[in-house]
C-alpha cells in the first residue's frame, strides 16, 4: 500500500498542565451550583425581571471568560492539542467581548438594536472554534477527510440555513426585519449547526483517552446551539427578553467547554489506544464511522430543505434560497463526488493489498515447502514440541530412529515416546523439559532414546525453545544416534588399555636390562655404547611415563580410578608437592618460593598432590636456570584457588586452552627438548573435573605463565589445623 498517512505527533510524556488535578472537579461542581441556582431563580423564585436579567448577564459574561482562560492556559502548554484549545480559547475570548458588550448595550445604554455590536462578536466566535474542532488530533488522518468534513458541515449549515429561511423568518417577516437582520439570524442556527457537526464527528473519530473532552466540547455547543436557536426564533418575533430560563443554555455551554478545557486526560491522539490495527487501517474505520454519522446528520436538514422546496414552490421564488438550493445541490455533489473518488481509491487500495497478500501467501508456502523439505533431507533426528511437551512434527530421521510411523508419534507426549515417563520433567533431569520451563538452548547433552521395540540406544541431543516474542510455542529438538560411535570409542579404549598393558610388561624387562648393562654387570662398555645405553634409557623411561599417563588418564575419565574424598588443609598438599619437586627443581637451578597459603578442600589428596607436580614440573621445566617459581593458595568465594606462576617464556593466548588437551604442546619439540608427552595437563583437567573444579592457564608470552586450580572449598579441619588425610605416596 503506498497511500500515504499523516499521523499526528503523539507526545510520549503529555506536558504537565499548570492546573492543579482538583481544578476539574472543583469548577464542575461549581458549574452545577451556578447552573442550578440560575435555574431555581428563573423558574422557581418570583424574582422580578431586572434582577433575572443582571443575574443572566452576572452569569455569562463570566462563564463565557472562564472558557477563555481555560482554554487559554492549556493552549499554553505545547501539545498535539495546542491548536485546537487555541481555537477554543479564541472563541470564549470573542463571546466574553459579545456577552459583555450585550450587557452593557442592552442593559446599561438600554439600547435595543439588533443586529448589533454583540452579533458581531457572536458571529465571529465559531470561526475560531471550527477551526479549532478541525485541528483535533484524531490519530492517523486519512487524505481528504478534513475536507469531506468541511464539505458535511457546509452541507448541514446550508440545508438548515435553507429551512430556516423559508420557514421560520417568512413568520415574522411582518416585524419587517432588514435584509441584514434575516442573514444574521439565520446564521447563528447555521453556524451552530456547523459546530456541533465538527465537534460531534471529532467525538466518534476520538479514542477512549480523549473521548471525555470531546464530549463535554460537544454537550457545550449543543447547550448553545439549543439556547441560539430558541433565542434567534424567539428575538425574529420580537419575544425574546434577557434573564429567561433560555439563558441557562449558553451559560451551560460555556460551563461545558472551560471544563473540557481543565479535564486532565494525556494528550495523545486517539490512534495511539489501539496499537492492534495499522495506522492505515485505524484512520480509515475511524473515517468510516465519522462518515457514517455524517451522513447521517448531513442528509437530515437536505431532506427538510427538499421537503419544504417541496412543500412551498412559492418560496423558491426568492433569489437567496434559489442561489442557496443551488449552492446545496453543488456540495451534495462534490461531497459525493470526493466519497466516490475515495472509495475508488480504497478499493484500489485493497485489491492491491490483496494482490500482495496472495503473493506474500505463495511466497510463504514455497518457504513452508522449502524449509520442511530441508528438515526432511537432514541425516540427523529433528522433531518439534509445544510447550506441554507433546510433539508437533517429526522428520523421517527421527521416526525411523525411533522405530515409529511420523503419525504415530505427533501428537504423543515426548517423555511417554522416548522415556516412557508420562510428563516433561523440568530441571536439569530433561533437556528437552529444561530448555521449555527456562526458555533457554540446552546445547548438545547425552541422552538415552527409547524405540518402538523397547530397546534403547544412545543420543546427543540439542534442543532450542522457540520463541514468538515473549510468548513460548515449544521447542525444536535435534538428536543423533550415537551408538556406533560409542562401540568405536570403546573399542578405542580397550585397544588403547590393552596395548598398554601388553607394551608395560615388556618395557619393564627392556629397563631393568639395560640399567644391568648400564651398571656395567654384564661386562664393561666403551664410551661408544655407554652413550647408547643411557639414550636407550632415557627412551624407555619416556615410554614408560606415556604408557602410565595414558593408563592414567583413561582410569580417571572412564571413572575406574574411585576417587577418595577427604578434608585437605590446601598448606599439607602444596607441602607436599613442593618436597616432591625438590630435586627437579634444584636440577634446573630454579627456586620454589610458598606464598600465602590458605584454605581447606574437599579432595583426593594424592591426585591434587600429582595435579600440583605436573604444574609445578612444567613451570621448573619451562623457567630459565636461576629462576623462580611461585605457588600460593587463596580462597575465592566457595572455591580455594591454587596458584602456580613461573617467568618463563610463556604461553600464546591461541593455546591457553590446547594445551590442557591431549597430546597438545606449544611447541612440536618441547615433547624432545623437554622430555614431556603431551598428557599431563589432560590429566589435570580430568582430575579437576572429578573433583567438581577448574583447571585453567594465563599468560603473557615471554613473561612467563599462570596456572590456577580451582576446588571446592570444605570446612577447616577441626583441631590441629593440619591435614587429617593421609598421603599414601608421591606421583
Ligand atoms: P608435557 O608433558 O609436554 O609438559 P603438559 O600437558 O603438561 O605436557 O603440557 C602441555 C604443553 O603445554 C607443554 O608441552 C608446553 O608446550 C605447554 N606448557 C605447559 N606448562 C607450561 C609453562 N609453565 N610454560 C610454558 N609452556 C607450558
Not at 510520549?12 to 440560575?38: I, Q, T
Not at 462578536?121 to 488522518?141: D, H, I, S, W
Amino acid at each position: 500500500m503506498t497511500r500515504e498517512v499523516s499521523v499526528v505527533e503523539t507526545s510520549a510524556d503529555p506536558p504537565r498542565s499548570r492546573l492543579s488535578p482538583s481544578a476539574a472537579p472543583v469548577f464542575a461542581l461549581g458549574a452545577a451550583v451556578v447552573v442550578l441556582g440560575y435555574l431555581l431563580v428563573t423558574v422557581a423564585a418570583s424574582v422580578p425581571a431586572a434582577g433575572r436579567e443582571l443575574l443572566s448577564d452576572l452569569l455569562t459574561v463570566p462563564a463565557a471568560a472562564s472558557l477563555a482562560v481555560a482554554a487559554g492556559r492549556r493552549a499554553r502548554t505545547p501539545s498535539p492539542w495546542q491548536r485546537t484549545w487555541q481555537g477554543v480559547a479564541l472563541a470564549g475570548l470573542s463571546w466574553t467581548l459579545a456577552e459583555g458588550s450585550y450587557a452593557v448595550i442592552t442593559h446599561l445604554l438600554q439600547w435595543v438594536a439588533a443586529p448589533g455590536l454583540p452579533d458581531v462578536f457572536y458571529l465571529l466566535a465559531p470561526v475560531p472554534l471550527a477551526v479549532g474542532l478541525l485541528r483535533v488530533p484524531v490519530g492517523p488522518v486519512v487524505p481528504g477527510a478534513r475536507l469531506r468534513l468541511l464539505l458535511s458541515g457546509l452541507v448541514v449549515a446550508l440545508g438548515l440555513f435553507f429551512v430556516t429561511w423559508s420557514v421560520v423568518l417568512p413568520a415574522v417577516t411582518t416585524r419587517g426585519t432588514s435584509m441584514l437582520g434575516r442573514v444574521v439570524f439565520t446564521a447563528y442556527p447555521v453556524l451552530d449547526a456547523v459546530l456541533l457537526t465538527l465537534a460531534a464527528v471529532a467525538l466518534v473519530r476520538a479514542g477512549p483517552s480523549t473521548r471525555g473532552r470531546l464530549a463535554l466540547l460537544t454537550l457545550g455547543v449543543l447547550c448553545y446551539f439549543g439556547a441560539d436557536g430558541a433565542y434567534n426564533y424567539l428575538e425574529a418575533l420580537g419575544r425574546y427578553a434577557s434573564g429567561s430560563v433560555l439563558d441557562v443554555g449558553w451559560i451551560a455551554g460555556y460551563l461545558l467547554m472551560a471544563l473540557a478545557a481543565l479535564v486532565r486526560e494525556p494528550d495523545r491522539p486517539d490512534g495511539a489506544d489501539r496499537p492492534a490495527a495499522s495506522a492505515d487501517t485505524r484512520g480509515h474505520r475511524a473515517d468510516q464511522r465519522a462518515l457514517a454519522v455524517t451522513s447521517v446528520v448531513v442528509y437530515l436538514p437536505t431532506a427538510a430543505a427538499i421537503a419544504v422546496a417541496v412543500s412551498w414552490p412559492g418560496r423558491l421564488a426568492d433569489p437567496v434560497l434559489v442561489v442557496t438550493g443551488i449552492l446545496l445541490l453543488v456540495l451534495i455533489g462534490l461531497r459525493q463526488v470526493l466519497l466516490t473518488v475515495d472509495n475508488g481509491r480504497l478499493t484500489h487500495d485493497l485489491e492491491d493489498q490483496v494482490v500482495q497478500l496472495r503473493r506474500r501467501g505463495d511466497e510463504f508456502r514455497q518457504l513452508a515447502d522449502q524449509n520442511s523439505r530441508v528438515v526432511a533431507a537432514v541425516a540427523e533426528g529433528v522433531f518439534g514440541v509445544d510447550p506441554d511437551g507433546r510433539i508437533t512434527f517429526v522428520n523421517p530421521a527421527a521416526a525411523q530412529m525411533l522405530g515409529r510411523a511420523a503419525d504415530q508419534l505427533v501428537g504423543a507426549r515426548e517423555g511417554r515416546v522416548l522415556h516412557d515417563h508420562e510428563a516433561v520433567p523440568a530441571g536439569a533431569g530433561c533437556p528437552i523439559g529444561l530448555a521449555l520451563s527456562e526458555r533457554v538452548p540446552v546445547d548438545t547433552v547425552a541422552d538415552v532414546f527409547r524405540r518402538a521395540d523397547g530397546t534403547t540406544f544412545p543420543v546427543e541431543l540439542a534442543v532450542g525453545p522457540i520463541l514468538l516474542g515473549d510468548r513460548l510455542s515449544g521447542a525444536v529438538v535435534v538428536f543423533r544416534d550415537v551408538s556406533a560411535r560409542r562401540a568405536v570409542e570403546r573399542m578405542k579404549d580397550e585397544f588403547i588399555s590393552v596395548v598398554s598393558h601388553e607394551l608395560r610388561t615388556p618395557l619393564t624387562a627392556i629397563r631393568g636390562s639395560l640399567g644391568i648393562v648400564a651398571s656395567g654387570v654384564a661386562g664393561d662398555l666403551d664410551q661408544r655404547g655407554t652413550r647408547l645405553i643411557e639414550i636407550a634409557v632415557r627412551s624407555a623411561d619416556r615410554l614408560t611415563r606415556l604408557i602410565n599417563d595414558m593408563l592414567d588418564i583413561e582410569r580417571i575419565e572412564s571413572g575406574a580410578e574411585v576417587m577418595r574424598f577427604a578434608a585437605w588443609e590446601a598448606r599439607s598438599l602444596v607441602e607436599q608437592a613442593v618436597e616432591g619437586m625438590g630435586p627437579t627443581a634444584a636440577d634446573h637451578r630454579v627456586e620454589i618460593v610458598v606464598g600465602p597459603v590458605a584454605g581447606t578442600v574437599q579432595a583426593d589428596g594424592d591426585r591434587i598432590v600429582q595435579v600440583l607436580i605436573n604444574l609445578l614440573g612444567n613451570a621448573v621445566k619451562f623457567s630459565e636456570p636461576g629462576g623462580r617459581v611461585e605457588v600460593a593458595v587463596g580462597s575465592s568465594g566457595a572455591e580455594v584457588v591454587f596458584r602456580v606462576t613461573d617467568h618463563g617464556r610463556g604461553i600464546p593466548g591461541d593455546k591457553l586452552e590446547t594445551i590442557f588437551e591431549r597430546f597438545e604442546q606449544v611447541d612440536s619439540s618441547d615433547a624432545r627438548e623437554k622430555g614431556g608427552t603431551g598428557l599431563g595437563l589432560a590429566i589435570c583437567r580430568s582430575i579437576a573435573h572429578r573433583h567438581g573444579g577448574r583447571i585453567w592457564a594465563e599468560s603473557r608470552p615471554g613473561e612467563g605463565a599462570t596456572f590456577r586450580l580451582a576446588l571446592p572449598a570444605s570446612d577447616p579441619v577441626p583441631g590441629t589445623g593440619s591435614s587429617v588425610g593421609t598421603v599414601a605416596g608421591l606421583v
